[in-house]
């Protein structure tokens, strides 16, 4: 299994929609675990930090599957602004500060 | 509050010429990030700092490049010769300790004819 892997989508969805994006890592010592927000020709942004027992931003939840290895983003009521590629960030293997960015997945969110 | 600065935004430049990428860290961040980005491989560590020192710079693809900062307000990336397939986004990103969040900076769209 590839260190972090994800839907690299395109996910076209309507306003208002939920939809929920998936990324799976290999090291199962990985304490922590981050979804940054891309928007095009942009610098990566911190969306939300992933912790243990989930995490909940308004319409946004993240989280955490330690068993099957996979962390999770749910968007609900979606907002055109929300188009954007979503970066999955996990800690790689060796030194401490090696974090290990997804390639993302892409979000379109149509009127 | 100024956030994590890259100079330049730009940069094109022939196959075999030296080129330097600069970042300054956002004031007080202990640890600095060089990350290169393309569609292919997506955003890849190269090297990272921390209190000014590089603790890993396995990510720094070969001889060519190389990394330096002297100071807690400065830091380059140097490619010399630069290549063709070195063309890619350049980011710096700065955190406050190696686990804790990324600030990004604009980032160096570097293009090697």
């Known amino acids: 299994r590839k260190e972090v892997e994800q839907d690299p989508g395109p996910f076209n969805v309507p306003e208002g929609a939920t939809v929920a994006f998936n990324c799976t890592y290999s090291?199962?010592?990985?304490?922590?675990f981050f979804w940054y927000r891309q928007d095009c020709r942009k610098e990566p942004k911190l969306l939300m930090s992933v912790y243990s027992s989930g995490n909940e931003d308004g319409r946004f939840t993240a989280q955490l599957n330690r068993a099957s290895q996979y962390i999770s983003l749910l968007i609900r009521d979606s907002k055109l602004s929300d188009s954007a590629t979503y970066l999955c960030v996990v800690p790689g293997r060796g030194s401490q500060g090696n974090l290990i960015f997804g390639k993302g997945t892409k979000l379109s969110v149509k009127p | 509050d100024a956030g994590v600065i890259q100079s330049p935004r730009h940069e094109v430049t022939e196959m075999g010429q030296e080129v330097t990428l600069r970042c300054k860290p956002i004031?007080?961040?202990?640890?600095l990030f060089w990350y290169r980005q393309t569609m292919m491989r997506g955003l890849e560590l190269l090297i990272y700092f921390n209190n000014n020192v590089p603790i890993d710079d396995s990510g720094m693809p070969e001889d060519r490049f190389s990394a330096k900062m002297p100071n807690a307000s400065f830091s380059t990336l140097k490619i010399q010769p630069s290549e063709p397939r070195d063309s890619a986004v350049y980011f710096c990103a700065s955190s406050l300790d190696w686990d804790e969040k990324l600030f990004f900076g604009s980032g160096t769209q570097l293009s090697v004819l």
């Open positions: 004031s007080g961040h202990n640890s």
């Open positions: 090291n199962s010592a990985s304490q922590s």
